[in-house]
């Protein structure tokens, strides 16, 4: 590889940027891959990877790698595993369950299990985990993805996923600088205004990111968020006072520092294309993720530092660091892809599992569970949208292997009428005790994720005075409002989550060599 000092400007320019591929796409639009494949050609750093299954997904990148003059890296947001982008892999309960177990050897073991699994996709770079504090419980988008509300919890797990990450030469990402937890906004919709004093950051969401720092993470991606007390005019992640003052002079940190995804509307709403990515490249970050147009970022990204010479030394800065970065994965000097080991991925079924068990809490007396096979029962999930029936689904299917017993199911939203209650309730009059499942957590794009107060209303009407039991999975501050004495919180809806959930309350337990 010939010396940075020697690459073309369009070389350097096109290093700095990682758009977001597609998988499904990729094997299904012809016109789609073309254009993937010529951004290879003119020398991209890598992709975000989203969608299809893992097979694909290493089809895609080994495919990929084969053609690249330059070893690419790819990352994805794979914070509680695979899952999360893809159809397949491990899942993991989210980092809030894992808050709340509070046991940060299976916090490092969780996140040794997802970077393994990563590489053998061909990724290297996990953009987890999340810094955030979760100090604002109406946060529709960080919520259950962080490990907690308080600096000292979210800074001691963060660090041993750092840890676990990186041991297996994957890379990690602490996000969303200076902190996404206290708003009550989505950044993928608007921008977030974090209206706090540069010495509360301090005494708060800062102390994870010097943890993260501390620790030796990789990467810190900034997010869109309006610091007031840092920069008043512009978000954080096109904030030269953010980035180089506060992120680099004040807390030290020389590693590589991306952006947050920009085509959210948080910024594309606020600003142009080529005002959004020269600002961005000037603010000081080293890679831009996901802008809306890759090719056309690359040409603005060329055309800025042929202007400046200054700007050009900042970026063969960066290149040097996306070099160095791209070393420590293993994919330079020469990429190898790791041989799948599907027996390590059964083992890391039983990981997430176990995992899960230590994760539920319970306020129900010992003496209502398990709940009584022999009884007739109704259970019904309370989904939010479209997006929880899956898990829905699973919790259903579950319970009734778990049970072995006849029970009528249903799905259910606070937006059903009396009248339908009242039928509800007479096609259930057998039922001797009944389980709500709550469905509901933060999703990007979704808006707030409150639950109406006719929740209680609606659940009391169809209890109808006989004993009900709620899980609630994801999103836990439901609980404040909830008239119930008979409580499990699962801090998630993982598959696992909802297996350890169903094992609390039918009393199962996992075999001892399990």
């Given at each position: ?220 991606m900034v997010g869109h968020l309006l610091v007031k007390s840092i920069d008043e005019s512009k978000p954080a992640s096109l904030s030269e006072k953010v980035i180089k003052l506060l992120l680099r002079e004040k807390l030290g ?262």
């Amino acid at each position: 590889m010939k010396k940075i000092e020697n690459w073309e400007t369009s070389e350097l320019a096109a290093q700095c940027i990682i758009p977001r591929l597609d998988v499904e796409k990729f094997f299904e639009d012809s016109e789609y891959k073309n254009e993937i494949i010529n951004l290879v050609k003119d020398g991209i750093g890598g992709f975000c990877i989203f969608g299809g299954n893992c097979e694909l997904a290493e089809k895609a990148t080994s495919y990929l790698q084969s053609i690249a003059e330059i070893p690419l890296i790819f990352a994805a947001d794979f914070e509680n595993g695979l899952p999360m982008r893809l159809d397949d892999g491990t899942s993991f309960p989210h980092a809030m369950a894992l808050g709340i177990a509070n046991d940060i050897k299976v916090t490092e073991e969780i996140a040794i299990a997802i970077a393994k699994e990563a590489k053998d996709i061909g990724v290297r770079w996990n953009l987890a985990p999340v810094c955030d504090i979760n100090s604002n419980p109406k946060n529709p988008i960080i919520n259950i993805r962080s490990f907690g509300q308080t600096s000292e919890l979210v800074a001691r797990h963060i660090c041993a996923y750092i840890k676990g990450t990186q041991s297996e030469t994957v890379a990690s990402t602490a996000k969303h600088f200076p902190g996404h937890g206290n708003t009550a906004i989505d950044s993928h919709i608007e921008l977030p205004i974090i209206d706090c004093s540069e010495s509360e950051l301090y005494e708060n969401e800062l102390i994870p990111f010097q943890k993260a720092i501390e620790c030796g993470v990789k990467s810190i991606m900034v997010g869109h968020l309006l610091v007031k007390s840092i920069d008043e005019s512009k978000p954080a992640s096109l904030s030269e006072k953010v980035i180089k003052l506060l992120l680099r002079e004040k807390l030290g940190y020389d590693g590589i520092v991306l952006t947050d995804a920009l085509d959210m509307k948080s910024v594309v709403n606020k600003y142009s294309q080529d005002e959004l990515i020269l600002q961005a490249i000037s603010a000081g970050n080293d890679i831009l993720l996901m802008p809306e147009n890759p090719a056309s970022a690359i040409r603005i990204v060329e055309q800025s530092i042929e202007r400046s010479e200054e700007l050009r030394q900042q970026v063969i800065n960066s290149i040097r660091k996306i070099i160095s970065l791209k070393r420590f994965c293993g994919l330079i000097p020469g990429f190898a892809r790791n041989e799948t080991k599907l027996n390590t991925w059964m083992k890391h079924t039983n990981l997430a599992l176990r995992a899960a068990i230590k994760t539920i809490k319970s306020d129900i007396a010992e003496s209502e569970l398990p709940i009584d096979n022999s009884k007739q029962y109704a259970a019904f999930s309370i989904i939010q949208n479209d997006n929880d029936m899956q898990a829905a689904s699973r919790f259903f299917t579950m319970l009734a292997q778990a049970t072995e017993n006849d029970c009528d199911y249903g799905y259910l939203d606070t937006n059903i009428s009396d009248e339908d209650i009242q039928k509800l309730v007479e096609n259930i009059q057998n039922a001797e005790f009944l389980i709500f499942a709550i469905f509901s957590r933060g999703r990007a794009y979704q808006g707030n994720i409150e639950i109406s107060e006719k929740l209680n209303t609606m659940l009391e009407k169809i209890s109808n005075g006989r004993k009900k039991y709620i899980i609630i999975f994801g999103y836990p501050y439901f609980e404040r409002k909830l008239k119930c004495e008979n409580i499990i919180y699962c801090y998630s809806d993982s598959f696992p989550s909802i297996a350890a959930a169903i094992m609390k309350l039918t009393g199962r337990e996992l075999p001892e060599n399990y």
